[in-house]
């Protein structure tokens, strides 16, 4: 499974939008994006994933730049109940056989 | 519709002792993959199960291991424990087949004194 690059931490203000990029220089034609975030003391939670089209759901955006080597989960307008630490991943998708190999993530920090 | 099940919650052992931790996978879900979490890290993989066999490991020690039931609930048993597994163990859930969207428990926290 490709590496991913994030940054360790960001900050946004409540209301506002919050944009998180993950750098996936090294993806494979067959690998998608995923996006999971973890609160604290609880489990990762399945947020959004995308091949090479942009997507959205109720939770949040995702853009995938044209090269696939790069992309940005956006939280429209988030709130405090958004501080959590948000992975990006990539890996094999449409099989059991891709396993899920999460780094540090960003932390986002939601301010009032 | 249940989530994924993690038991005990909370467990605290000793150095060199067995630990035997629980998971039930949500409901229509037929792989689980286990995770270790130390603090302040991202989750690392130990391994997957589906149809009741091993499928992918990650870099743990044979002292992890684990099993698969007919039903898909799956153990992680760790034996000789080292101070160095205390951390918040997490089991997750897929469709075999699917995106490999994860569902994940809330984790099982391991102390070992």
Redo the contacts between chains.
């Keep these: 499974d490709a590496k991913t690059t994030q940054p360790p931490s960001m900050d946004c203000a409540e209301g506002r939008a919050a944009n998180l990029p993950c750098n996936h220089s090294t993806i494979s034609g067959n690998e998608y994006v995923y996006w999971y975030r973890q609160i604290h003391s609880q489990g990762p939670q399945y947020i959004i994933h995308g091949l090479k089209n942009n997507e959205t759901n109720e939770m949040a955006s995702l853009i995938i730049t044209e090269d696939r080597k790069s992309s940005t989960l956006i939280l429209p307008h988030a709130t405090l109940r958004d501080t959590a630490v948000y992975y990006c991943i990539v890996r094999v998708g449409n099989t059991n056989a891709g396993k899920s190999t999460f780094g540090d993530g960003t932390t986002l920090t939601v301010k009032p | 519709d249940a989530g994924?099940t993690q038991s005990p919650t909370h467990l605290i052992k000793t150095r060199g002792q067995q630990v035997t931790l629980r998971c039930s996978p949500k409901s229509g879900h037929d792989?689980v993959?286990w995770?270790q979490q130390a603090l302040g890290?991202?989750?690392?993989?130990i391994f997957?199960y589906?149809e009741e066999e091993e499928?992918?490991r990650?870099n743990f020690p044979d002292r992890f291991s684990g099993h698969q039931f007919p039903n898909y609930s799956s153990e992680l048993n760790v034996n000789a424990l080292l101070l160095g597994d205390s951390a918040l163990y997490?089991c997750?859930s897929?469709?075999?087949?699917?995106?490999?969207?994860?569902?994940?428990?809330?984790?099982t926290q391991l102390s070992v004194l």
């Design positions: 994924v792989t993959s995770y890290q991202g989750p690392q993989f997957q589906y499928r992918q990650g997490l997750a897929s469709l075999g087949t699917g995106y490999g969207k994860l569902f994940f428990g809330s984790g």
